[in-house]
Nanobody
């Protein structure tokens, strides 16, 4: 059974940093394509960053240069380092397993975590 459990969310002032973690189990994490997505109430869920072992990481334009996605295959853990946070980054962040070959498309996600809230105050 696929399980994705996020942690690391919280409240931070603009300009601050947070690191999200996602503990994965129930599938071959080392060869899986993963990503981070986020959603604001009333808006559609959007892709933030994706990673796979065979392709370069991809990022949404809005987070390019500020966020870094990484994965530790030995720990079965996905990370999202978020620096220079802005109020518009406020959202629920979701860890996701996705079909390889896709990028930031929500439709290509096969499994979701439960989400972790990030709130950035000005």
């Amino acid at each position: 059974q696929v399980r994705l459990v996020e942690s690391g969310g919280g409240s931070v002032q603009a300009g601050g940093s947070l690191r999200l973690s996602c503990a994965a189990s129930g599938f071959p994490f080392s060869i899986s394509c993963m990503g981070w997505f986020r959603q604001v109430p009333g808006l559609e869920r959007e892709g933030v960053a994706t990673i796979s072992d065979s392709r370069p990481q991809t990022y949404a334009n809005s987070v390019m240069g500020r966020f870094t996605i990484s994965k530790d295959n030995a720990k079965n853990t996905l990370y999202l380092q978020m620096n220079s946070l802005k109020p518009e980054d406020t959202a629920t962040y979701y860890c996701a397993r996705r079909r390889c070959g896709s990028t930031l498309r929500v439709a290509d996600v096969t499994d979701w975590g439960q989400g972790t809230q990030v709130t950035v105050s000005s």
